[in-house]
């Protein structure tokens, strides 16, 4: 890679009349500018940046580090980190983003971003999760983004599941739909705990009894392959046709994806026969259900976009953030 050095020879000037070239343009003459960015183009020179942060050039960019634990890995959070990267670059930063996963050697990941000397830290999850967050970075400007923190008061922004799920209910209800099957995730998760919560309560609300509401959660902690339950359940309500249930809540698209499958299946009309609700808008799938499904939307860009401005306008609060989940209505309700 070419050095300051080789950029002065080529231009025949000094070190420091390279150096004014890059970042004082406006104090050299127009020729040898010329003549310096020449020798630039034709090396592909980049000023090295750690060198200009030793010098405390405050023309670099301000760095915004991303711990990124099991999301740059997913489909699902693809929008939280395009979202950072955008309002990172409008605001004139940089972003590094560095994978953890399962917090698999995390002390190694954790020293290469706070080598590069960060304005702060993004410590991002895929899956709304609890974290502990490491000893190294308790001291660094940090915020939480799809992930809280029991353990240390830290400002997290996460997705408001429960308003999410209690307003796309309010839909369900004012449907006219009476018996409602639920295939929520995993009981131990926070998204399955408060989904369940507002499904319930919704219900309450509008006097109606849970006894109506048939429930079950998938044992996803077990692994992915646990998806497949939702087959055996459908199977057990629908393959000898005329059930007590004329609405499915799914606890995300993905289980939405597979309610459909096993109905179209067994000959069952969507939403004619029987309803579908599902959750998270799955990337790139969403809109190709057919029938559409409706769903609610998790706010994965807005996540990212706010986490990020909280490390730009070094805002000092240590509060947890909920952001709205807001319903999309297709034609599957």
């Not at 993004?122 to 490491?134: A, E, H, N, V």
């Not at 939405?256 to 299946?265: C, D, E, F, K, R």
């Not at 259900?289 to 000092?316: C, D, M, S, W």
């Amino acid at each position: 890679m070419a050095s300051l050095k080789d950029v002065a020879k080529l231009a025949q000037v000094s070190l420091m009349t390279v150096s004014r070239a890059i970042n004082s343009p406006d104090k050299l003459n127009k020729d040898t500018y010329i003549k310096v960015k020449k020798a630039i183009d034709e090396l592909n020179y980049v000023p090295d940046v750690s060198a200009l942060k030793i010098r405390g050039d405050r023309k670099v960019p301000q760095l915004i580090g991303v711990l990124a634990l099991d999301t740059a890995t997913t489909p699902f959070s693809v929008e939280l980190l395009q979202a950072i990267e955008k309002t990172a670059q409008a605001h004139q930063c940089n972003t590094l983003i560095v994978n953890l996963f399962d917090d698999h050697d995390a002390e190694r990941s954790i020293n290469t971003l706070l080598s590069y000397r960060p304005a702060g830290i993004i410590f991002t999850s895929m899956g709304f999760r609890k974290i502990t967050i490491p000893s190294k970075l308790q001291s660094q400007p940090l915020v939480l983004a799809n992930c809280i923190s029991p353990d240390l008061p830290v400002a997290s922004y996460v997705p408001d599941d429960y308003q999410g799920q209690y307003h796309a209910m309010e839909r369900v209800i004012a449907q006219g739909y009476k018996k409602p099957l639920c295939i929520y995730l995993s009981l131990n998760t926070l998204a399955g705990k408060l989904r369940r919560k507002a499904v319930e309560q919704a219900w309450q609300d509008h006097n109606l009894l849970l006894s109506d509401l048939t429930s079950y959660h998938l044992n996803l902690e077990l692994g992915d392959e646990h998806y497949l339950d939702t087959i055996e359940i459908i199977n057990r309500y629908f393959k000898e046709g005329s059930p007590d249930i004329d609405v499915i809540i799914c606890g995300n698209d993905r289980i939405a994806l597979l309610v459909y499958q096993v109905l179209l299946g067994l000959g069952y009309k969507i939403p004619q026969q029987v309803a579908v609700l599902g959750y998270d808008n799955m990337v790139g799938i969403g809109e190709l259900f057919y029938p559409p499904l409706t769903t609610v939307q998790l706010p994965h860009y807005q996540i990212g976009e706010r986490a990020a401005l909280h490390i730009i306008n070094r805002i000092k609060d240590k509060q947890e953030y909920k952001i709205d989940c807001p319903l999309l209505i297709r034609q599957s309700i």
